[in-house]
């Protein structure tokens, strides 16, 4: 069974009133599987692993004698799930906490897990779960803000001249004995879907095998500034352009993108299982 939900059904680019009572109807699921085709890859048979790392910074609800509570919520989505949910409807439904009273912070986490769960497997063959680690405010001083470690692309003095995914640009010299490199930019920007806001965002590249040419990595980066996609398939774009022209022997792909909202999602893809990197914020989030 597959949804019917498409982008411009949901609250994207619409006069939203917001609703301050719990609310897990506000979800929007959208399908993976139609942004996937449209990149080539089969949903049935993903060439990677991984998941996307949500940060909600405005999570608030009351407890039993009517106090407002605050929290920096976690949120790990796998990438095996059949649908994404749309970021304002995430948005609208975190609002519908915020006149809502829990027990505690334990009962808030349990709703959240079971009610992203329900959303993000909605119309799957399987169910499973989604990852969800709530922060109180004294563990806020312990939030983490680093650099994506790497060799920094952006020094590079290069001519852009492409601003659509322009995968040609991507090359690999197999002449070359293979290398391990880590590579980043701070330079990705796409935009959304729907409402054409800007997106921006880093994004480090890691792999081993044949040397990547750094050059055109940087301009095939540059060349999502004016493109219009979610961020979860354009972490996935990235990946299977990287995957298929340059040949590495494996890679991963991580793209940290600036909160809107007081929400960020950060899609991670890699060849081979292994651990999902920290949700830390990067300097410009």
């Given amino acids: 069974m597959s949804l019917d939900n498409t982008p411009e059904q949901s609250q994207l680019g619409r006069a939203s009133a917001y609703a301050d009572r719990y609310d897990p109807t506000l979800l929007f699921p959208i399908a993976r599987a139609t942004q996937r085709a449209a990149i080539g890859i089969a949903d049935a048979a993903l060439p990677f692993f991984g998941a996307d790392l949500w940060t909600a910074s405005e999570l608030s609800w009351l407890n039993p004698r009517g106090k407002p509570q605050v929290a ?18 995430f948005k609208l439904y975190l609002n519908s906490f915020n ?3 829990f027990a505690d912070a334990d009962a808030v986490r349990e709703r959240l897990k079971a009610d992203l769960a329900e959303a993000a497997w909605r119309g799957g063959e399987r169910s499973g779960g989604i990852g969800v680690k709530l922060l109180s405010p004294q563990a806020f001083a312990r939030e983490a803000v680093e650099e994506l470690d790497g060799l920094d692309l952006d020094r590079l003095d290069i001519e852009c001249t492409h601003y659509q995914p322009a995968p040609e640009l991507l090359r690999s010299d197999a002449s070359l004995p293979p290398v ?11 935009n959304c879907l729907v409402t054409g806001q800007p997106d921006w965002g880093s994004v480090q590249v890691r792999y081993s095998g044949p040397p990547i040419d750094q050059a055109g990595l940087l301009a095939y980066i540059v060349s999502f500034r004016n493109h219009n996609e979610f961020h979860e398939p ?17 890679l991963s792909v991580y793209a940290r993108y600036t909160r809107r909202g007081g929400l960020d999602i950060n899609p991670f893809r890699a060849s081979w299982p292994q651990a999902l990197p920290p949700n830390t914020r990067t300097a410009r989030q």
């Fill in 99 to 101: 006149s809502s009273v």
């Fill in 180 to 190: 391990e490199e880590t590579l980043t930019s701070r330079l990705l920007k796409s």
């Fill in 72 to 89: 920096v919520a976690h949120f790990t989505v796998p990438c095996e799930t059949p649908n994404i949910i749309e970021s304002k409807s």
């Fill in 234 to 250: 354009c972490a996935e774009r990235m990946f299977w352009d990287i995957w298929r022209r340059c040949r590495p022997t494996q």
